[in-house]
């Protein structure tokens, strides 16, 4: 069964620097997402991206975040800059096909992003 | 914005105990309904889903949720629950002017014992 998989499963950086996340979604579909989970919070929304630009973007993928999918296969999250704060765990999501709009995300296992 | 509430933060049940697990959302649109499951290692996975139609809805596993409008509310049920579905539980709505994005409640932790 397709899945979405995210390397590296976890990151350790310090304050300042900057982080790539890499996930490969599943091959067929067209619509990609980022979330994040603070270590006891909520799943959060960061961005959508569809036909190479973003749809949506939530208030916390600010301007020290960007999303790239650099071949056919890979989604990037980049921190430019990272934070205490950024410290959670990472999930990539996929879905859709050219049929359906609205339809599952597949999500990865996700990466611990740990900020030092 | 849209918020999604899940009641139980902590659940603890016996196997073949009857489940169900409180969501309720505020939006007043239109809205589809998720309800995923992460297992202990595992990445979520999807239980349901509601977009329209019939409002009780069948997933995988033995899990049923019924959409009720007039509650905002889209709680998860099985009958009799396995040790197996120890997990962590997520209710998730996406609005339907919201593009695809989802906004999870804060998740169930149910434990069964055997």
């Known amino acids: 069964e397709p899945e979405v998989t995210q390397t590296p499963s976890h990151q350790v950086t310090q304050m300042g620097q900057e982080v790539i996340l890499r996930c490969v979604p599943i091959?067929?579909?067209?619509?990609f997402y980022w979330y994040r989970q603070i270590l006891g919070q909520k799943v959060e929304f960061l961005v959508s991206?569809?036909?190479?630009?973003?749809?949506?973007k939530s208030e916390i993928f600010d301007d020290q975040f960007s999303v790239e999918r650099p071949d056919g296969s890979n989604f990037t999250l980049k921190i430019r800059s990272t934070k205490l704060e950024d410290s959670a765990m990472y999930f990539c999501?996929?879905?859709?096909?050219?049929?359906?709009?609205?339809?599952?995300?597949?999500f990865g296992p996700g990466t611990r992003l740990t900020v030092l | 914005a849209q918020s999604v509430s899940q009641h139980n933060h902590h659940v603890i049940l016996s196997e073949a105990a009857s489940l169900e697990l409180g969501c309720n959302y505020s939006y007043g649109g239109t809205v589809n309904l998720f309800w995923y499951v992460q297992y202990p290692g595992q990445h979520l996975q999807l239980l349901l889903k509601?977009?329209?139609?019939?409002?009780l809805v069948k997933g995988i596993k033995g899990f049923e949720a019924e959409f009720i409008k007039s509650k905002f509310s889209f709680n998860l049920r099985k009958p009799s629950v396995q040790w197996s579905d120890t997990a962590e539980y997520f209710c998730?709505?996406?609005?339907?002017?919201?593009?695809?994005?989802?906004?999870f409640g804060g998740g169930t932790r149910l434990m069964v014992k055997p």
């Open positions: 091959s067929n579909h067209l619509y």
């Open positions: 509601y977009f329209s139609g019939d409002p």
């Open positions: 998730a709505v996406n609005a339907n002017n919201a593009g695809n994005m989802l906004t």
């Open positions: 999501a996929s879905s859709g096909d050219h049929r359906k709009l609205i339809d599952e995300q597949f």
């Open positions: 991206f569809y036909n190479n630009e973003i749809s949506e």
